[in-house]
């Protein structure tokens, strides 16, 4: 069985849900996971001396429970798999030489007819080794009171329309202050400009002012929608 790489935030938020109660197949359901995923994710947990009414994971945790999304079986080749190899070489190099990440290149490939999903993509990706995290963490010098923010942008997990029965993406942007490491959090159904300078306003009469300096992630840099931020 191969297992999709599922960001820190999801595993967090798996392991809020069933802490708060929820059994494994209304956390795949309101998640958007599969029950194996959610099922994985829990034992690995459990390993790690989390217990459901106990308190929340502790970040030491979360950042070991996130590196076995990359130690699960291969995907085996589909006919998905097939439509990606003539874009090899392409792919390979908005990774290695122009730094894009998974999402920018996704919309690069559909604007040049390579129609797959995102997460075949990422299967792709992922399965010839091509983005290799670093083990490695930086932390910021302290800074003075209202000095510096951080801005990034993550996938929340899916959500039912109720008018329309669909179920849609929601995504966040989060921005913490690093002295005090107060956090906000921006939901949005779309990453564009307006949507980000949406949320930037609401942070910032969130935390009644401006700081002097925005940090913000690569991740926006390598998905074009950084313009103007």
């Known amino acids: 069985m191969a297992y999709r790489e599922v960001p820190r935030m999801e595993i967090k938020e798996i392991i809020r ?3 708060a109660g929820n059994s494994q197949r209304r956390i795949a359901a309101s998640t958007g996971l599969s029950r194996d995923t959610v099922r994985k994710y829990l034992a690995a947990a459990q390993a790690e ?3 459901q009414g106990g308190p929340a994971p502790t ?4 950042s070991r429970l996130a590196t076995i999304s990359w130690l699960g079986p291969r ?4 006919p998905r798999q097939d439509l990606l190899e003539p874009w090899s070489d392409q792919i390979y190099q908005w990774i290695t030489k122009d730094r894009l990440q998974m999402t920018r290149i996704h919309e690069l490939l559909a604007v040049r007819g390579c129609q797959v999903s995102y997460p075949s993509q990422r299967r792709f990706i992922v399965n010839r080794n091509w983005r290799k995290r670093s083990k490695t963490t930086v932390r910021m010098a302290d800074t003075p009171p209202g000095e510096v923010a951080e801005a990034d942008f993550c996938r929340l997990g899916m959500i039912t329309d109720l008018a329309t029965g669909k179920r849609k993406a929601v995504w966040a942007m989060v921005i913490v202050i690093d002295h005090s490491r107060h956090c906000f959090v921006w939901p949005m159904q779309q ?3 307006p949507d980000v300078i949406a949320g930037l306003e609401a942070a910032w009469a969130f935390f009644g002012g401006m700081p002097k300096y925005l940090v913000v992630s ?7 929608r950084s313009d103007g931020v």
């Open 17 to 19: 849900r069933w802490q």
């Open 49 to 51: 001396g989390i217990a």
């Open 59 to 62: 970040e030491d945790q979360l």
């Open 75 to 78: 995907a085996a080749k589909t």
């Open 191 to 193: 990453h564009k400009l």
């Open 218 to 224: 690569q991740r926006w840099k390598g998905m074009g």
